[in-house]
C-alpha cells in the first residue's frame, strides 16, 4: 500500500483552491486501521464535497458501517477540477478523505445515486481511482462497486458500470451484504455476488440478460440462472424508530449546501402526488416516536455544535405529534442558540404556531409548493391542496412578520395548457396582494421557482413524455412575461439539463454505450451550469443510435414492458396505472391514511412490522 | 464574564479561512456547553471575534479570541472547551478581561512573524531596505488595486541569534499593516513561505507594545505591565 496521505497533505494540498474539502479530519470523522478491518468501504457521492456532505443518506451508511468495530467506511466525493487536473497529470489515483487511500484498495465502493446528472461523475470518479469502469472487466481484487439511492429503482442504464444495486432502504441490507462477504472471505467476484444476490433489496444485474425484438424495442429483463427471483424486491426497514440513526454527524470547515443537523422525521409520504418519484419509492410511511426524536436531537446538539436543525421527512407537517414536536423542540434548542427549520411543509399544514416554534432564533424565509396554477391541474398532479389553502397560509406567515416567500411550480405537467400557466401569474398576484391585507407596506420579496417535469420510472406519470424542448422554452418565456410583476422574482430551471434528466431516467440498458461515450467526452457535474455541456450528451446519443430529446419525449403504452419492471418497488403496476388513467380524468385521490387503496405496499411488509400505516391495510 | 484566549492554529487547521475558525469555534463552544452570550437585534450571533485575520495556509502560535458569557466560567469549563476543539487549534492561555476593556481587535497595532532563512546574502538585502526611502507595493483591496509605502510599517527585520530564521516585527491592525508575504517579495531570496509562522499579537500599551496575555487591563484602560515583555518602538 502507497502512503499517499503525506504527499497529498505536503505537496497538493497547499496547491488547491479549497483545501478544507479535502483535509479528511473533520470534526467527528472517523479514521481506523485498514489493517485492522475485515470489511473496508468508500461511500462515494458523485458530486463535489459541499454537495455529497449535505446528504443524510451518506451520514447513516457512515455511522452504521463504523459503528461495527471491525468495518470502517470513508468518503469520497468528486474531486475540484484543480484536484483533478493534478491527479491526472501526477498519476495519482483518486483516494477516500480520512486516510488518502485509493479506492482501488477498499472491499466496497458504494455510489449514492440521487440523481440522473450525476451518472457521468460515477463513471468518472471511477476512471480516476483506476478501478475498470465496467463490472465485468473487474478483477477479484477490484472493490465490489455498488449503487444505491433513488435512482437505483431504474438502474438499468448503468447496469455494465455496477457490480450489484440494492434497492430501497440500506441500512439493515447493506450489513447484511457486509456480514455475508466477511463470512465468505477469498470468494471470487462471482462467488460473492452469487452469495449476496439472496440479500432483500439486492440486485445483481449481470446476472439478469435485457431481451429485445430485433428492432430494439424492449421486451423483457429475465433472470440468467433459475434460482434467481424473476422480480427483485426492494429493501425496507419495517421499523424505522428502532432502525439506527447517526447523531455524529460530520461537521465541515468550509459551508457546505445544508449546514446543518438533519433529524428525520420519518419516511414515506401518503399524499399520493403522481409526479412524484419519491412517494412512491419510500412507502409507506414510517415514523420515528417523538420522544426518539427529542432524544436524538439533544445528542446531535452536543456532538455537533450546529446553529441549525432541519427536521426532515417528505411532508413534515404530516408527522402525526408535529406540533407536540416543533414546540418542544423549538424551545429547547432556543436555549442553546440552535434555530430549527423545516424545508417541506405542505401549505395545509401550515400554522402559525408551529412557525413560531420552528424560527424562534432566525427568521429565514418561507417556502410553498403548489406546483400548478389552476385547481385543475392541481387535481390532475392530485396535489391536494387549494388556492385559499395557499392564500391562508402566506397570509399568517405575513401577518407574523415573514417577509421572503418562495413558490415552486412546475412546468410541463400532463395536460397543461397555456391557461395554466396564465393562473400560475394570477396566483402569484394575489399573494402579493395578501401582503399588503395583512397590514403591510410595500411589498413582500416573492421568488417564484418553475421547474421543468420529468417523468419518472415507478410513478403514475411513468407512461408520459416530457415536452419537447421548443414548447419548454415557450413556455418558460410565456410564464417570464406573466410574471413580470413588482417584487417579483422568477428562476427557472434549464431546460436541456431537465431534457437529460428525462432521458436517463426512463432508458434502459441501451443507454450503457451512451453514458460511457459522454464520460469519454469529458462529461462530469452535469448538474452544474458551468460543466454542463448538451452538445456532448447529444453527441453520446447520436453516435450511438440513438436521438437524446426523443428518448425524453418517448411514450409508452399501458401494455409495453417497462425496462425497471423487474424491480419490485412494492407498489402494483395495476395501482400506478389506475392512478394515472384518474389523472387524465382530473379525478384525485385521497390520502391514504383514510383509508387504503390498495396500492400493494402492504404485501410487502413483514408480518412482524411495527403499527404503520399499512399494516392495517385491507386490500382489494 | 469576558475572557480573552490565546492559542495556535497549526497543521492541517492552517488551511481554514477566518470565516471558517469563526464556526468552528462557535460550533465547539456548543459542543462544550458553554453559556456564550448573544448579540440582541433580529439574528443574534454569539459575542465572539478574534484579535487579527491569519492568512489562509499560515500558521500561527499566537491566535487571540475575545469571548463574552453570560455567566461565570471556570478553569473547568476552559478543560471542556480544549477538549470540544480538534487538533491543531490548542489553548494556549487565557485570561478574564474587564467587561467594558476596548475589543481586542481595536487595540492590535503589530504582529510578530518568523520564517526560515534561505541561503544568500540577507544583510545586503536588508541594508537596501533601510536606505531606501519609501517601500511601495501593489495590494489589492476592495476597490481595487493600490500602492501602499509599506516603509513606516516594517518596525524591525532581523536574523535570530543563529541565524537560521529570519524575525519580522510588521504593523498590523487598523493604523496601517506591512503584510509578511510583501516584505519577503522585497527580499530577493528562495523563501519558504509555506515554513511562514506568526509568533505573536502585540497591542498598543502606551507608548510600547505588549502582547495581551500581559497588558494591564483596568476598567477600560490598557497599560503597559513593565514586568513583562515589550517592544520598545523607535521614534
Same mark, same amino acid.
Given at each position: 500500500m502507497t502512503d499517499y496521505r503525506q504527499y497529498f497533505l505536503e505537496k497538493i494540498l497547499p496547491r488547491l483552491e479549497k483545501p478544507t474539502r479535502y483535509l479528511g479530519n473533520e470534526v467527528n470523522a472517523i479514521s481506523k486501521d485498514h489493517g485492522k478491518c475485515t470489511q473496508r468501504v468508500a461511500l462515494a457521492f458523485p458530486d463535489l464535497y459541499e454537495v455529497g456532505m449535505s446528504h443524510l443518506g451518506l451520514k447513516i451508511l457512515y455511522y452504521i458501517i463504523n459503528k461495527e468495530e471491525r468495518w470502517l467506511a470513508e468518503r469520497v466525493f468528486m474531486p475540484g477540477a484543480d484536484l483533478e487536473d493534478i491527479l491526472l497529470r501526477e498519476k495519482i489515483p483518486l483516494c477516500s478523505l480520512e486516510t488518502t487511500t485509493p479506492l482501488g484498495e477498499f472491499d466496497l465502493l458504494g455510489f449514492t445515486l440521487q440523481y440522473e446528472l450525476s451518472y457521468a461523475t460515477v463513471l468518472q470518479m471511477l476512471k480516476l481511482s483506476g478501478i475498470?469502469? %465496467?463490472?465485468?472487466?473487474?478483477?477479484?481484487?477490484?472493490p465490489l462497486v455498488v449503487g444505491g439511492g433513488p435512482c437505483a429503482f431504474n438502474p438499468e442504464p448503468l447496469a455494465d458500470f455496477f457490480d450489484f444495486f440494492i434497492i430501497g432502504d440500506a441500512e439493515e441490507a447493506l450489513p447484511e451484504v457486509l456480514r455475508m462477504l466477511e463470512r465468505h472471505p477469498g470468494l471470487s467476484r462471482r462467488e460473492k455476488l452469487q452469495k449476496i444476490q439472496a440479500v432483500r433489496g439486492v440486485y445483481v444485474p449481470s446476472f439478469y440478460k435485457e431481451i429485445r425484438d430485433e428492432d430494439g424495442t424492449y421486451r423483457k429483463t429475465v433472470p440468467l440462472l433459475p434460482s434467481l427471483p424473476a422480480r427483485v424486491k426492494r429493501a425496507l426497514v419495517a421499523d424505522l424508530d428502532k432502525a439506527p440513526y447517526p447523531t455524529d454527524f460530520i461537521v465541515p470547515y468550509g459551508s457546505i449546501i445544508h449546514d446543518r443537523m438533519v433529524l428525520e422525521l420519518f419516511r414515506g409520504c401518503t399524499r399520493g402526488c403522481r409526479f412524484c418519484q419519491a412517494g412512491i419509492i419510500y412507502r409507506p410511511v414510517r415514523e420515528r416516536k417523538k420522544e426518539t426524536l427529542l432524544a436524538l436531537a439533544r445528542k446531535m446538539v452536543r456532538s455537533t455544535g450546529y446553529e441549525e436543525m432541519a427536521l426532515s @421527512?417528505? @411532508?413534515?407537517? %404530516?408527522? @402525526?405529534?408535529i406540533d407536540e414536536l416543533a414546540a418542544e423542540l423549538g424551545r429547547e434548542l432556543a436555549k442553546e442558540g440552535v434555530s430549527l427549520s423545516l424545508p417541506s411543509l405542505r401549505l395545509d399544514s401550515f400554522s402559525e404556531e408551529m412557525t413560531r416554534d420552528l424560527q424562534r432564533v432566525r427568521k429565514s424565509g418561507l417556502t410553498f409548493a403548489p406546483e400548478a396554477g389552476t385547481q385543475r391541474l392541481r387535481d390532475v398532479i392530485n396535489k391536494n391542496i387549494r388556492e385559499e389553502d395557499l392564500l391562508q397560509a402566506v397570509g399568517k406567515a405575513f401577518a407574523a412578520g415573514w417577509t421572503r416567500v418562495k413558490l415552486y411550480f412546475m412546468i410541463g405537467l400532463p395536460t397543461e395548457t397555456d391557461e395554466d400557466l396564465a393562473a400560475i401569474a394570477r396566483l402569484v398576484r394575489r399573494v402579493v396582494a395578501v401582503y399588503r391585507e395583512a397590514g403591510n407596506r410595500g411589498r413582500p420579496q416573492a421568488t417564484v421557482s418553475a421547474s421543468v417535469f420529468v417523468p419518472k420510472a415507478h410513478t403514475p406519470f411513468q407512461w408520459v413524455g416530457q415536452i419537447s424542448r421548443q414548447e419548454m422554452l415557450r413556455r418558460q418565456e410565456l410564464l417570464r412575461r406573466a410574471l413580470r410583476i413588482p417584487g417579483v422574482q422568477f428562476q427557472w430551471h434549464d431546460a436541456d439539463a431537465s431534457i437529460l434528466e428525462a432521458a436517463l431516467a426512463r432508458g434502459g440498458r441501451e443507454l450503457i454505450p451512451v453514458i460511457r461515450q459522454a464520460a469519454d467526452l469529458g462529461c462530469k457535474l452535469d448538474g452544474w451550469d458551468e460543466y454542463f455541456d448538451i452538445a456532448r450528451w447529444q453527441r453520446a446519443f447520436s453516435e450511438n443510435g440513438l436521438n437524446l430529446f426523443a428518448c425524453a419525449e418517448k411514450r409508452f403504452r399501458p401494455e409495453d414492458p417497462l425496462p425497471w419492471d423487474h424491480l419490485d418497488a412494492g407498489v402494483t403496476k395495476k395501482y400506478l396505472l389506475r392512478e394515472f388513467r384518474r389523472a387524465l380524468k382530473g379525478e384525485t385521490t385521497p390520502d391514504c391514511r383514510e383509508g387504503c387503496l390498495g396500492c400493494g405496499m402492504a404485501l410487502l411488509l413483514p408480518d412482524d412490522a411495527g403499527k404503520g400505516v399499512c399494516t392495517v391495510a385491507d386490500l382489494d | 464574564m469576558r475572557i480573552w484566549i490565546k492559542f495556535s492554529k497549526d497543521g492541517l487547521l492552517r488551511f481554514l479561512s477566518h470565516l471558517d475558525l469563526l464556526r468552528l469555534w462557535q460550533r465547539a463552544l456548543r459542543r462544550a456547553g458553554l453559556p456564550v452570550a448573544y448579540s440582541r437585534g433580529f439574528n443574534p450571533h454569539p459575542r465572539l471575534s478574534f484579535a487579527s485575520a491569519l492568512p489562509v495556509g499560515i500558521a500561527s502560535r499566537a491566535e487571540y479570541a475575545d469571548l463574552e458569557f453570560r455567566e461565570e466560567i471556570s478553569a473547568g469549563d476552559i478543560e471542556r472547551l480544549k477538549s470540544a476543539l480538534p487538533s491543531g487549534?490548542?489553548?494556549v492561555r487565557w485570561r478574564r478581561v474587564p467587561a467594558r476593556a476596548p475589543s481586542l481587535m481595536s487595540l492590535v497595532r503589530a504582529c510578530l512573524w518568523t520564517v526560515p532563512l534561505p541561503a544568500g546574502d540577507l544583510n545586503r538585502h536588508l541594508e537596501r531596505l533601510q536606505l531606501s526611502d519609501e517601500l511601495p507595493v501593489r495590494r489589492k483591496t476592495k476597490k481595487g488595486e493600490k500602492i501602499i509605502d509599506i516603509k513606516p510599517h516594517i518596525y524591525s527585520l532581523e536574523a535570530d541569534g543563529k541565524g537560521k530564521r529570519l524575525e519580522m516585527l510588521l504593523a498590523c491592525g487598523s493604523e496601517g499593516s506591512a503584510k509578511p508575504v510583501e516584505v519577503l517579495a522585497l527580499l530577493p531570496l528562495q523563501w519558504d513561505t509555506a515554513g511562514l509562522l506568526r509568533t505573536e499579537i502585540l497591542l498598543a500599551a502606551g507608548d510600547c507594545l505588549q502582547a495581551p496575555m500581559h497588558v494591564l487591563l483596568k476598567e477600560k484602560e490598557v497599560s503597559l505591565n513593565a514586568e513583562e515583555d515589550y517592544y520598545q518602538l523607535r521614534k
Open positions: 475498470p469502469v %465496467d463490472a465485468a472487466a473487474r478483477g477479484d481484487a477490484d @421527512s417528505l @411532508s413534515s407537517g %404530516d408527522y @402525526s405529534a | 487549534i490548542d489553548i
